[in-house]
């Protein structure tokens, strides 16, 4: 997995997804840290709801399931 640069969650998101594909939620968690930072978004509607912020500054929403489905919210875009 070391070999994977993620800089951008959105347009990256086909590659993203098929590198995480049968990850845990945990595991997909610690994997997006080592590219970015991670807050948590609190939402009365969604409690699955997380923010990643790429070291080179590029933003992008995504959800999170319990199994470790990754939905990403993108600019005018959801990936599922």
């Given at each position: 997995m070391s070999n994977f640069i993620l800089i951008d969650l959105a347009t990256q998101h086909a590659a993203v997804k098929h590198h995480l594909q049968g990850r845990s939620r945990e595991h997909?968690?610690?994997?997006?840290?080592q590219f970015g930072e991670i807050h948590?978004?609190?939402?009365?509607?969604?409690?699955?709801?997380?923010?990643?912020?790429s070291f080179v500054g590029i933003r992008t929403g995504f959800r999170l399931t319990t199994n470790g489905d990754i939905t990403i919210l993108g600019d005018h875009t959801t990936i599922i």
């Open positions: 997909i968690l610690v994997w997006l840290c948590r978004i609190i939402s009365p509607y969604d409690h699955n709801l997380y923010g990643f912020c």
